[in-house]
Antibody, heavy 120, light 107 residues
Framework: EVQLVESGGGLVQPGGSLRLSCAAS????????MNWVRQAPGKGLEWVSY????????YYADSVKGRFTISRDNAKNSLYLQMNSLRAEDTAVYYC?????????????WGQGTTVTVSS | DIQMTQSPSTLSASVGDRVTITCRAS??????LAWYQQKPGKAPKLLIY???SLESGVPSRFSGSGSGTEFTLTISSLQPDDFATYYC?????????FGGGTKVEIK
């Protein structure tokens, strides 16, 4: 079964750090491009970051640039999001999502999400 | 950045109704548009990619059309399982952007 499972969310104080993980199974992880997408409580979807299959190409939303770092370990079938200098507005459910090679099909597989709460 | 504008933001409809949701891009995105369905507490689910291609396993009552800047998602006959929020998303260029969502409610 194709599956993505996020972990690492929790409660953190403003200015703090968290590292999210996304474990992939059921497909050849190293062939797929990956994204992080978040959803603040009661709000819509917001794309956060993208990483190519090899890790050589990375993009960030302006709202997280300079504070978040995306990475992947293809040997461990894992995607990561290092989040530093967290703000209240980073409070959201964070999803990892798979994109097809060549980015033709959109985000076809999503994890269940992990919740990040930034509050004192 | 490409802005995606969905309308309406809320839609009240009955089972069996034909429903149409519109998504407009602030500049041309060719056909690089996806539609997702999201139910409360769940992850989004891909319905349509490349503006009009139906994702495997998605019922044929869902269809997408459009290119350039104007796109529509149509549900031909609304079913009880279809009451949810729908999002469009462009993947023509980074930053990837989503529409604000359309909540389909029971009338």
């Amino acid at each position: 079964e194709v599956q993505l499972v996020e972990s690492g969310g929790g409660l953190v104080q403003p200015g703090g750090s968290l590292r999210l993980s996304c474990a992939a199974s059921g497909f050849t992880f190293s062939s797929y491009e990956m994204n992080w997408v978040r959803q603040a409580p009661g709000k819509g979807l917001e794309w956060v970051s993208y990483i190519s299959s090899s890790g050589s190409t990375i993009y960030y939303a302006d709202s997280v640039k300079g504070r978040f770092t995306i990475s992947r370990d293809n040997a461990k079938n894992s995607l990561y999001l290092q989040m530093n200098s967290l703000r209240a507005e980073d409070t959201a459910v964070y999803y990892c999502a798979r994109e097809s090679p060549g980015r033709i099909y959109g985000m076809d597989v999503w994890g269940q999400g992990t919740t990040v709460t930034v509050s004192s | 950045d490409i802005q995606m504008t969905q309308s309406p933001s809320t839609l009240s409809a009955s089972v069996g109704d034909r429903v149409t949701i519109t998504c407009r891009a602030s500049q041309s995105i060719s056909s690089w548009l996806a539609w997702y369905q999201q139910k409360p507490g769940k992850a989004p689910k891909l319905l349509i990619y490349k503006a009009s291609s139906l994702e495997s396993g998605v019922p044929s009552r869902f269809s997408g059309s459009g290119s350039g800047t104007e796109f529509t998602l149509t549900i031909s006959s609304l079913q009880p399982d279809d009451f949810a929020t729908y999002y469009c998303q462009q993947y023509n260029s980074f930053p990837l952007t989503f529409g604000g969502g359309t909540k389909v409610e029971i009338k």
